[in-house]
């Protein structure tokens, strides 16, 4: 079984740089896929509240320790809150009502999914779910860096991670900087739509095709090795136990340095801009408990 390799984030404690995402998957499909993932040797598995699929995540992963597939200690499971969770008092409750989904006494990173609302109000009740032992770790999903400060500007225990879009067509390399000044350590970008979100016309980059034609790997293998050369943290979304197996495998595709720089070379626009003001997706308040 592959070996995954860790990040060390900066509280110290390891996250594997690679993970399985489990976006736009109903509970059915959880049920169905996540447990292949974990044959397979994944070990960290990313949902968040607004999925609506936390209890078949929960249920899939205590199954595999149930089993004797995995032992708790050994997953990485990160969730996320949504806007309507964040005012302080919502905030400890609904951390609560997380932990109750998953069936789980703590989750390894809780993130903030969406930089709208009473966010620097919820922070410390981020921070108080660490002390408790409900969360090991706490960090931010889609925070440009302004609103990244205003947490600092709050903050006793900084983020570990920033979830943002990150792939070779939107490789980050502005935003990590500023992170790192602006939080005096190194805050872990995760990359969302790491693979470009099935874009096909990403995976047909001259500099990614090279790269996949020299190694022997496949395009979506070499944008993965690109992604652990970059030190981000992936979580690629797949239904396809070949392509999952693929996305471990590429953890062995070695790029050059000149094959990583012809990537960053590659033209930067992202696939969305987060806009400044909620969308209205994000002010909807949603019932999690309604899940299939
Ligand atoms: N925080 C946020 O706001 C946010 C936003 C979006 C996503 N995310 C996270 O990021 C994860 C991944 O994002 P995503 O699913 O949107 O995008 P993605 O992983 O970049 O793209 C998924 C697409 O890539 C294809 N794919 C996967 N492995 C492949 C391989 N080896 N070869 C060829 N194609 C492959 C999949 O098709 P097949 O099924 O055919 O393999 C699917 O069409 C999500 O599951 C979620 O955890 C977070």
Redesign the pocket.
Known sequence: MTTIPSFTMNNGIDIPALGY????MTSDQVLEHLPQALELGYRHI???NAYFNEVAVGEVVRDAIATGTVKREDLFITT?LFPQSYPYAQAVKDIDATLERLGLDYVDLL?F??PYGEYTSGWKAMEEAVAAGKVRSIGL??FPIAKFQEILDVADIKPVVN?V?A?PRWNQHELKAQMDQAADTEVLVEA???????DKTL?EEPAITAAAQRTGA?A??VILAWHLAEKNIT??????PA?MA??LAALDVKLTEAEIAAINEIPQAPYYVVPDEPPTFTTTVMDYSQQA
Do not use: I, R
């Open positions: 995402g489990v976006f736009q990313d949902t968040a996320k993130l999914h969406q999903s889609n979830q879009e792939h969302w739509y790491p693979l470009g979100h099935g995976l496949t979506a293998q979580f690629p979304k797949t239904l396809n392509h693929d996305n």
